[in-house]
């Protein structure tokens, strides 16, 4: 049986074999190290066969006696809570709305996808000119003296409203372009068997976006998980701002190189992050059976 | 923890180094620690590979500042005209370096690279990482003996050539104080006395801020020296003193005592914001370093004075501050012993610090026989403060390990800023971090 020449044979191994070994290399590698480092108390000095092994040591360390260990978590759930409750919903509105064709929707569309192009340097400049206590728009508008960075009670909500103005143009985008894919007959249809446009959308437009919604929903959890350069150009989340992926960071790049800890931290947000590309995989494994 | 010097810098390092270089979903992707083991040598590729000629000496620079650059390529020239070697200046961003000296000094580092004195320097020594430069310090003149002690390792050896420095002190507008009459405080009990008359008087007495971490240190570190001494001080550092001791508790529950004279929701401002209420005579003084005075126009300079933080004990007396001070180390292995060695002797000479005083009017220069005529009415009398100095801490980010720095102390502070009344339980806190740092 030969259905395919040297040449396909030869051409299929290499698309087979390069992306592998870059996954290999780039992906699972890297990972694995992560959690093999996480049981050594390496700080990226001297060779690695100087490294001790401290087994579960670092995981005790960031369970018990790491006071930002727990903000984190609750923060990064909070996270994901408040982008899929709001933003996410928010960013679908917008773009059924621009679908509409308004006067002037470029302009809404381009004005609301701004903040997604902005370069983070210059992101982290705007807010803190909205939010500086002493000298920012916020306080000077509203005559109030919050002071919305500082007070760990209030900077979280300010930064999930920056959070969330940079998502709502994501999703907006996103979710437009799968509006403009929807085959209008469809509506006509509706229209004619008297549909109100309400339960046209939620009876015929949702249930026909049903891969763009998945691809939505997975895009919002990603971005909560590694919700990160926000809080880190803001306070490089510490005080009321911490986030997993900020720890990550700040104990294992840079000058602190606490290369051991720092991974557990990695560790664990690896295995949150694993339960939920579990569900995610599952269900689109079992779509793709059925 | 470098301080910003500019606007420009200061926005330039919002940007972390890992968002910049690296991809950010290489982080979820639990790539972190391997990316640090691949990254080793990454800076090192921009060193120069020329170090067999005879002729050319490379130079790490984190000086990245236009300004700084330029005093330094000035420098650079005065060597090149007195010893005919020439000088690879490889510039890297000042917050870039810092970052990545772990990999920089395990890869290829330049000759001779720039560095500050203090437990990190005495820590790379330590490890064999740089080199010794005792022969070096046998032809310099003109350095205190507090500065020997600040450039010496812990096997006695110096690994370190000192170049410039800022002292850390209080900070005030003339005319204000002029206005209301106020005197400089010689005492805690004065220094309280006074802030009550500026709450009168409708100022904030002290200015604050602690958005980014490090400035809270400067207030830890003078109520410590004050308090306990600078020995206490370089123990603590070390690991070798409890955090729990009453002695710690004592500078925190003075510190406690004290917050109430401080601009208030400091967690929020940047150093920048506080120094401008001091701009604006909306507060009274600040405790900050040097570099203060880039918040002042050029006509307010001279309106610009301070005074070191008063005595808390009369037994442990007012004469110990942090005065950070930078210079320059030697790579364990340059490509040109001889030309690095004679490159640390030019930068550590009165001529060298000759050209930076002409230059560079916002440092003051290490060494004592330059030429200071060129300084400032400020900048004569902080030399002066360190100069009577009895002993001269590098900051508490530099005089410690920095993971316990930036990951423990930084956010137990802000803890305590944000609520100070359980002490006991930060102190413990910190302690049990501490522990499990400095064993490992």
Redesign the interface.
């Known amino acids: 049986m030969r259905l395919l020449s040297r040449t396909d044979r030869v051409v299929l191994t290499l698309m087979v074999l390069v992306p592998l070994l870059l996954v290999v290399g780039l992906v699972w590698l890297p990972a694995l190290a992560t959690v093999l480092l996480s049981g050594t108390d390496w700080d990226g000095i001297g060779p690695l066969g100087e490294i001790d092994w401290v087994g579960w040591k670092n995981y005790d360390d960031v369970l018990n006696i790491y006071p930002p260990f727990v903000p984190a978590i609750q923060h990064n759930l909070l996270w994901l809570a408040a982008l899929f409750v709001v933003a996410t919903p928010f960013g679908m509105l917008l773009a059924v709305l621009l679908d509409k064709e308004l006067r002037g929707g470029r302009f809404y569309q381009t004005a609301l996808y701004l903040p997604v192009v902005l370069s983070l340097a210059l992101i982290g400049f705007i807010w803190q000119l909205i939010y500086s206590r002493d000298q920012g728009l916020l306080n000077a508008v509203l005559g109030s003296n919050v002071d919305w960075y500082g007070d760990s009670n209030v900077n979280i909500w300010a930064v999930l409203v920056a959070a969330g103005w940079r998502h709502v143009g994501y999703i907006m985008l996103l979710y437009l372009a799968g509006l403009k894919g929807v085959d209008p007959s469809l509506r006509e249809a509706a229209a004619v068997d008297g549909s109100s446009e309400t339960s046209t959308f939620f009876r015929v437009v949702f249930p026909v976006m049903r891969p763009i919604n998945i691809i939505v929903l997975v895009v919002t959890v990603i971005e909560s998980l590694r919700a990160f350069d926000l809080v880190w150009v803001i306070n490089k989340g510490r005080n009321g701002l911490e986030l997993l992926s900020a720890l990550v960071t700040s104990n294992v790049v840079g000058e602190a190189s606490r290369i051991g800890f720092g991974s557990a931290l990695a560790t664990i947000m690896l295995v949150v992050s694993l339960v939920f590309i579990t569900v995610y995989l599952a269900t689109v494994m079992r779509e793709g059976q059925r | 923890?470098s301080r910003p010097r500019s606007q420009a810098e200061y926005?330039?390092r919002?940007?972390?180094?890992?968002?910049a270089g690296l991809h950010?979903?290489?982080?979820?992707?639990?790539?972190?620690?391997?990316?640090?083991?691949l990254g080793t040598g990454l800076l090192a590729g921009c060193g120069t590979d020329s170090g067999a000629d005879a002729k050319t000496v490379s130079l790490g620079s984190n000086q990245s500042d236009p300004k700084p650059k330029d005093v330094i390529a000035k420098v650079m020239d005065g060597f090149k005209t007195s010893s005919g070697v020439e000088v690879a200046i490889n510039t890297v961003d000042h917050n870039t370096f810092?970052?990545n000296?772990?990999?920089y000094l395990?890869g290829k580092p330049d000759d001779v690279f720039m560095w500050f004195a203090g437990y990190?320097m005495r820590f790379f020594a330590a490890?064999g990482?740089t080199g010794d430069v005792s022969d070096v310090w046998g032809k310099l003149s003109g350095y205190s003996d507090a500065f020997k002690k600040a450039s010496t390792g812990d096997d006695g050896k110096q690994y370190f050539v000192p170049s410039s420095y800022y002292p850390w002190a209080v900070f005030y507008r003339k005319s204000v104080w002029q206005q209301h009459g106020y005197q400089v405080p010689q005492t805690l009990d004065e220094l309280t006395t006074l802030a009550g008359q500026m709450k009168k008087d409708g100022l904030v007495p002290i200015a604050f801020a602690d958005?980014?971490?490090w400035p809270a240190m400067g207030t830890f570190d003078i109520l410590n020296l004050r308090i306990n001494g600078y020995q206490f001080h370089v123990d603590l550092m070390a690991g070798k003193e409890a955090w729990t001791s009453d002695k710690v508790k004592t500078v925190f529950d003075t510190w406690a005592g004290l917050l109430p004279i401080h601009q208030?929701?400091?967690?929020?401002?940047t150093w920048q914001?506080a120094a401008?209420?001091v701009q604006q005579k909306k507060s009274g003084m600040y405790l900050l370093g040097l570099f203060v005075a880039q918040q002042f126009g050029d006509d307010e300079q001279d309106d610009l004075d301070f005074f070191t933080f008063p005595e808390i004990d009369s037994t442990v007396g007012a004469k110990a501050l942090d005065a950070p001070i930078d210079g320059y180390m030697m790579a364990r292995k340059p490509k040109s012993p001889a030309n690095a060695r004679k490159l640390l002797e030019w930068v550590g000479s009165k001529d060298a610090a000759d050209i930076t005083v002409k230059n560079d009017p916002s440092t003051l220069v290490a060494n004592t026989g330059a030429d200071t005529s060129g300084y400032t009415a400020l900048q004569r009398k902080a030399a002066e403060l360190v100069g009577s100095a009895t002993e001269i801490a590098q900051f508490l980010d530099r005089d410690t390990r920095?993971?316990f720095a930036?990951?423990v102390i930084?956010?137990?502070f802000?803890?305590f800023i944000?609520d100070p009344k359980d002490i006991g339980g930060l102190l413990t806190?910190i302690e049990?971090?501490k522990k499990?740092?400095f064993t490992?």
């Open positions: 923890m926005l330039a919002l940007v972390p180094p890992s968002v950010r979903r290489a982080l979820l992707a639990g790539a972190a620690g391997a990316g640090a083991l810092q970052e000296i772990n990999n395990q990190r490890k990482l958005k980014d971490g208030p929701d400091a967690l929020g401002r914001e401008q209420s920095p993971d930036s990951t930084i956010p137990a802000q803890q944000k806190s049990n971090q499990s740092i490992s």
